[in-house]
């Protein structure tokens, strides 16, 4: 048990700090909120300099492109991306962090060489259709009929949370060929130009238009278009999650860390800090964010180890989400009638609140308990899957 | 970077579990609640025959292995409801302050609550007594030895824990600074308290979990309720958080050069990188022991709340343990002028 880097990861995190520092203050001004054809644009601008200097794929094995790091040099990367302000993944996150490893696994050689290296070099965006407004959590109940008719499926339903579905070039999309449950399911890549699809924006809560209902009305897909077998959908769905490595939220997690800092300066400022039941609360979230540190290098140090995904993700999303949204609500109350305003205000002494970037967070705290796997079927997971409990429905 | 627990460490966990499994069973150490010796001296010599003391005492005096060993000891001693001072005995001998410490031919005991009742536990039993701070607040750390007298002490009638006898004192004698290694007692003794509730988080957890399993109600076991699986989902929650908060304050006692490269990247001093490891360990395995021996008293239903079901001991250890080195509120509201 220790948590001394070794020569080889403190190389390969020097490198990184001299390219980050060398390369982030060339970057243009990212995009306006929304403005989804420029933020493609900067994403993909982004990528292409991580490709150039070997650093697109660090979580890709070498025979699919990427780098081949190991767990370990795949969290230093994340650590170091986010301690030094660099892009998140961007517009194309289901791309390089899901299909892209999905085709890897269980794609053809002529898939491989059509569709892995414009992820990598950021030419394509990738979205994903898999829940629809009637398959959720019970996601293999899903609906989206695929029919065949000769080397084309025919494909009609509807799809829902296809994030960046408008900048898209393709869309890993799950269809039902078969039986009703997990076996009547396949993988299907849908090109997003294709006669028949229709792209609704969906608001959210934060006002934010990066989501999308996605309409198909006799969209033809190309058989080749199909990664495994047909009916044999769900498991390849299931083997992409075994390419998470305990780095899932990390950048998340150290984005909370800094905000949490920046709060107590505001809170500081504000001459808040004398009140006993904000220094605990502050104090609680920095003990609790440092746990989930540690936590996640425990995750990552038996994912390096073992090969295995950890389970510890479900523990670690349970834990995390909730502080997120403590935190969001502590910034709230100390911003007070700040926190009522999104564009950007100062306080009496004229340094910035911060109280957008705030508001921001907190609005997406709240989608933390829910995305991904709600915090009430984590609890099941957790329950079932590591502690034993009996599972009936 | 490996943060996984090692082969050693598990082989160390299990050898404690082989002691107590044959020497210090609930069942016999049950056998001395309400007594004003919660463990006799045999039982004591047991745990100092098995190097519980000397683990960072180096070779041939003790095992020579690091505060990331001694964790991994003290949360099984926490498990295994050991009573005793274990904590003040484990830093007098890791310090060579009282002879005898590391065999566990005697008892020594530390008192650092920052309360203004001087309650000190176990004290018919201790040759010393350790006076600490916690990491909320700086005081000087100090040695009674021997320890404070019998008379002018009263004995407590009804201590919260049966297994931990308490004595009310008017006033604490000054005894002797100890200044050289006062802030390591301070930092080891938070830790292995730290430990010891994360065992306490722990075995609850299994407890509740295992009857979740067997009691049947409406025809199925209870676990197969979903309000009762996520009692149990949380548990697992705060005790995994809580031991990693433990386990990465104990790899940073043990490896300053790390210590060191977090302190120059956050812009910190060491001891402050140190300090916030600690106090926020602290405050999370104190609340997972508080809060897993309430929810494991809540999935056993009635029989939790009976005498005989050890789960109250867990909580009332875990309460006696919350109110040494510094308190959730206390640390909690030091830990934010570090953030």
């Given at each position: 048990m220790d948590l001394r880097y070794t020569a080889s990861e403190l190389t390969f995190r020097d490198e990184l700090r001299v390219w980050l520092g060398s390369t982030l203050?060339?970057?243009?001004a990212p995009p306006p909120a929304d403005d989804w054809p420029a933020r493609r644009r900067f994403d993909a601008h982004w990528q292409r300099l991580l490709f150039d200097s070997g650093y697109a794929g660090v979580d890709w094995p070498i025979d699919g492109g990427g780098r081949g790091s190991s767990p370990i040099e795949q969290l230093i990367f994340k650590e170091e991306c986010e301690r030094a302000g660099a892009p998140y993944v961007g517009v194309n996150f289901v791309g390089l962090l899901h299909a892209g490893p999905t085709v890897i696994a269980e794609g053809t050689v002529a898939q491989k060489e059509r569709y892995l290296a414009p992820i990598l070099r950021g030419d394509d965006v990738w979205c994903q259709g898999f829940s629809e407004p009637d398959a959720g959590s019970d996601l293999a109940s899903l609906r989206t009929r695929a029919v065949r008719d000769g080397d084309h499926y025919i494909v009609s339903g509807s799809k829902i949370w296809t994030s960046h579905a408008e900048v898209a070039d393709h869309c890993e999309l799950l269809v039902r060929t078969?039986?009703?449950?997990?076996?009547g399911i396949t993988w299907l890549i849908m090109p997003m130009d294709a006669d028949g699809i229709e792209i609704r924006p969906l608001r959210t809560i934060a006002g934010s238009t990066e989501f999308a209902e996605l309409f198909l009305d006799e969209v033809r897909i190309p058989v080749?278009?199909?990664?495994?077998?047909?009916?044999d959908g769900w498991r390849v769905t299931m083997v992409t999650?075994?390419?998470?490595?305990?780095?899932?939220?990390v950048g998340e997690l150290l984005e909370s860390m800094r905000l949490l800092g920046a709060l107590h300066q505001v809170a500081d400022g504000l001459g808040l800090m004398d009140d006993l039941g904000l220094q605990r609360r502050i104090g609680h979230l920095t003990a609790a964010f440092d746990a989930l540190w540690a936590l996640t290098k425990r995750n990552v140090s038996e994912a390096a180890q073992s090969g295995i995904p950890g389970i510890g993700g479900s523990v670690f999303k349970l834990s995390f989400s909730e502080h997120a949204q403590a935190l969001g609500d502590l910034a709230m109350e100390i911003l007070d009638r700040a926190a009522l305003s999104g564009d950007p205000l100062c306080g009496p002494d004229g340094t910035a609140l911060g109280n957008e970037a705030h508001l921001h967070a907190w609005f997406k705290s709240i989608s933390l308990t829910i995305a991904a796997g709600t915090s009430q079927v984590q609890r099941n997971i957790v329950a079932e899957r590591i502690l034993g409990l009996p599972k009936v429905r | 970077m490996d943060f996984r627990i090692t082969d050693d460490q598990k082989e160390l966990a299990d050898g404690i579990r082989t002691v107590v499994a044959g020497r210090l069973s609930l069942e016999h150490l049950r056998m001395n609640e309400g007594a004003e010796a919660a463990i006799s001296a045999k039982d004591w010599s047991v745990l100092g025959q098995t190097g519980v003391f000397s683990l960072t005492l180096p070779e041939p005096e003790g095992t020579g292995l690091g505060m990331a060993d001694a964790v991994v000891v003290f949360e099984e001693l926490g498990r295994a409801l050991i009573p005793g001072p274990l904590v003040g005995t484990f830093l007098a001998a890791s310090a060579g302050l009282v002879d005898g410490s590391a065999e566990g031919a005697v008892q020594v005991g530390v008192h650092s609550s920052g309360s203004d009742q001087i309650l000190v536990a176990h004290l018919s039993s201790l040759q010393a007594l350790l006076v600490l701070s916690g990491y909320h607040r700086t005081t000087t750390a100090r040695i009674l030895t021997?320890?404070?007298?019998?008379?002018g002490a009263t004995r407590i009638a009804a201590p919260l824990c049966p297994l931990t006898p308490l004595w009310h004192l008017p006033s604490l004698p000054a005894g002797d600074p100890i200044a050289d290694v006062g802030s390591r007692l301070v930092r080891d003794g938070s830790l292995l308290t730290a430990a010891l509730q994360v065992g306490h988080a722990a075995e609850t957890l299994d407890l509740a979990v295992a009857y979740a399993k067997q009691r049947q109600q409406f025809g199925q076991p209870i676990g197969s309720f979903q309000a009762v699986k996520h009692i149990c989902a949380d548990m697992l929650v705060r005790a995994e958080v809580a031991r990693s908060a433990v386990h990465a304050a104990a790899c940073l006692a043990d490896e300053p050069d790390v210590v060191a490269s977090e302190a120059a990247g956050g812009g910190r001093s060491a001891e402050q990188v140190m300090a916030r490891a600690v106090m926020g360990a602290k405050v999370l395995a104190d609340e997972a022991a508080l809060a897993n021996a309430r929810a494991a008293i809540q999935v056993y239903g009635?029989?939790?709340?009976?005498?005989?079901?050890?789960l109250h001991l867990h909580l009332k250890r875990a309460r006696v343990l919350a109110t040494t080195f510094g308190t959730v509120g206390q640390l909690s509201a030091a830990l934010s002028a570090l953030t």
């Open positions: 203050p060339k970057l243009p078969g039986d009703d449950g997990h076996r080749e278009n199909r990664v495994g077998d047909e009916n999650l075994s390419f998470e490595r305990g780095t899932a939220f | 021997p320890a404070p007298s019998l008379e009635g029989m939790g709340f009976t005498w005989d079901v050890p």
